[in-house]
């Protein structure tokens, strides 16, 4: 098994889980809770410490997973109290539990190494190194069983209570009348994210789960309207993402993790020019079409009040230049609005007739 392999394997084992629950976050405009969850851990590993003396990974995730839930719990506690709103709930609790632990590691742990690149700073370019053996027997990279694990957790709790999920993501309130306990959904949710992104540290770092969180499902929102859809896109992104960025490190001799988090910004950059429905260009095609929508009723309005003028008499009647008027009538007359007699006088067709009734009803 190739080192390559095993690190294409990993970020895609991080992008999968990322990706569908990030799906959610994004839609309730949560998306730097995995930041949050992240900076707030620190607390957890230095208790974990105190509590077992151990200074490996495992007790450090169990302490960072414990305080991952316990922020979720502390963020939604602050925005339920209606007084402070969502996002200022998730920067008072992470900047509060992170000085919490800077706090207990100078005051009690200033001699002692904490282990904290287990959790905070994985690097994905060691996932071949760190094997999983079992009784003498080598299982195979480690990140694989833990990754795996906490991929089919993820996918499990969201095919399980995908209904529940999507109502209560888009109108609690309903959610709430149809008796599906929306408060213990987020609650679900919330633990789903935290175990992904303490479980995921180890492999590869805050960096890239929170960049997969993100830039993938923010892709996707940009190109469909379907929560199905959006959950499959968020994660061909990722999946494309972790595979692009690993040959990109490779050429460019850079960090994978980083490399993995441009691709998916260099994805999201393409979905912001390119969508369909909300891209930059899709958006300016639209403000065109508009624009030369809006210029042909008025000439149309215009030639409606006198059935017949020339191109003279509606630049004085639009206020227009002549420029202006020969364009709008040219694209007028191809769409077959508007008819030019041989004298040069403008005459509407029923087609221009039947294009302004609707545009009086339209103003009615």
């Known amino acids: 098994m190739s080192a390559g392999f095993v690190i294409i394997v990993t970020g895609i084992l991080v992008a999968v889980p990322c990706a569908v629950l990030g799906t959610l976050l994004v839609l309730r405009q949560m998306a730097m809770v995995g930041?949050?969850?992240?900076?707030?851990?620190?607390?957890?590993?230095?208790?974990?410490?105190?509590?077992?003396?151990?200074?490996?990974?495992?007790?450090?995730?169990?302490?960072?997973?414990?305080?991952?839930?316990?922020?979720?719990?502390?963020?939604?506690?602050?925005?339920?109290?209606?007084?402070?709103?969502?996002?200022?709930?998730?920067?008072?609790?992470?900047?509060?539990?992170?000085?919490?632990?800077?706090?207990?590691?100078?005051?009690?742990?200033?001699?002692?190494?904490?282990?904290?690149?287990?959790?905070?700073?994985?690097?994905?370019?060691?996932?071949?190194?760190?094997?999983l053996v079992v009784g003498?027997?080598?299982?195979?990279?480690?990140?694989?069983?833990?990754?795996?694990?906490?991929?089919?957790?993820?996918?499990?709790?969201?095919?399980?209570?995908?209904?529940e999920l999507k109502v209560s993501t888009f109108d609690p309130g309903l959610?709430?009348?149809?008796?599906?306990?929306p408060g213990v959904v987020h609650y679900l949710l919330m633990g789903a994210v935290s175990v992904t992104v303490v479980g995921a540290f180890d492999a590869v770092g805050a960096i890239l789960v929170v960049a997969f969180l993100i830039a993938p499902p923010a892709t996707a929102y940009l190109l469909t309207e379907r929560l199905s859809y959006m959950m499959v896109l968020a994660v061909a992104v990722g999946v494309v993402s972790a595979v692009a960025g690993y040959y990109l490190a490779y050429a460019a001799n850079v960090s994978i993790a980083g490399a993995m988090a441009?691709?998916?910004?260099?994805?999201?950059?393409?979905?912001?020019?390119?969508?369909?429905?909300?891209?930059?260009?899709?958006?300016?095609?639209?403000?065109?079409?508009?624009?030369?929508?809006?210029?042909?009723?008025?000439?149309?309005?215009?030639?409606?009040?006198?059935r017949r003028?020339?191109?003279?008499?509606?630049?004085?009647?639009?206020?227009?230049?002549?420029?202006?008027?020969?364009?709008?009538?040219?694209?007028?007359?191809?769409?077959?609005?508007?008819?030019q007699t041989g004298n040069g006088e403008v005459v509407l067709t029923r087609k221009g007739q039947e294009a302004v009734e609707n545009l009086s009803r339209a103003l009615r």
């Open 136 to 163: 003498g027997v080598d299982l195979g990279p480690r990140t694989f069983w833990t990754l795996g694990i906490v991929t089919v957790l993820a996918l499990g709790l969201v095919l399980l209570l995908y209904k």
């Open 309 to 339: 003028s020339t191109e003279h008499d509606l630049a004085h009647h639009l206020g227009w230049d002549g420029e202006r008027v020969s364009t709008v009538l040219r694209a007028a007359r191809s769409g077959g609005f508007v008819l």
């Open 35 to 131: 930041d949050a969850i992240s900076h707030a851990v620190l607390p957890g590993i230095v208790l974990a410490f105190f509590l077992s003396g151990s200074l490996g990974p495992l007790a450090a995730l169990v302490g960072a997973g414990a305080f991952g839930l316990l922020t979720a719990v502390f963020i939604e506690a602050l925005r339920s109290t209606g007084r402070v709103k969502e996002d200022s709930s998730i920067g008072i609790v992470f900047t509060a539990l992170f000085a919490l632990g800077a706090f207990l590691i100078s005051r009690y742990a200033g001699n002692v190494h904490l282990d904290l690149e287990h959790v905070l700073y994985g690097e994905i370019a060691f996932a071949p190194l760190n094997t």
């Open 262 to 306: 441009v691709a998916a910004g260099a994805l999201f950059a393409t979905a912001v020019l390119a969508s369909p429905t909300h891209g930059v260009l899709a958006n300016a095609a639209r403000r065109r079409r508009n624009r030369r929508s809006f210029a042909r009723g008025l000439l149309l309005a215009g030639l409606s009040r006198s």
């Open 175 to 181: 959610a709430v009348a149809l008796g599906l306990a």
